[in-house]
């Protein structure tokens, strides 16, 4: 029976992917439920961090169709704070400052 409720569970968990919009600077974040990862570029390095959630207001079926907000909190304490309606999303807060995309796509995985 447990099997079944973890089971149950697991299916109801939001997964969502955001994708960098800038060309010359890929970069994306995977969600699953309250946690993930980010990875991206800055010159010649490569970064991958997990990623918590803090909180997520985005609303929408397959894609945030109401739009929305999503803070994430990188591994380092950072925090990432995206708004936007449709499947675009702006980063306000705390991307410059990691050298990552402000401008991102959203969807459902």
């Known amino acids: 029976m ?24 890929p ?19 490569a970064h991958s961090v997990d990623v918590a959630v803090v909180s997520n207001e985005l609303i929408g079926d397959p894609l945030p169709a109401t739009g929305g907000a999503l803070v994430l909190q990188l591994a380092d304490g950072t925090k990432l704070e995206f708004a936007g309606q449709y499947n675009a999303l702006v980063c306000s807060r ?15 995985d």
């Open 2 to 25: 447990a099997a079944l409720a973890l089971g149950t569970t697991a299916c109801h968990r939001d997964e969502w992917h955001l994708i960098s919009v800038e060309k010359g600077n």
């Open 27 to 45: 970069a994306d974040i995977r969600i699953r439920g309250d946690s993930g990862d980010a990875s991206w570029t800055w010159g010649p390095d």
């Open 94 to 108: 705390g991307c410059d400052a990691k050298h990552m995309p402000i401008a991102w796509h959203v969807q459902r």
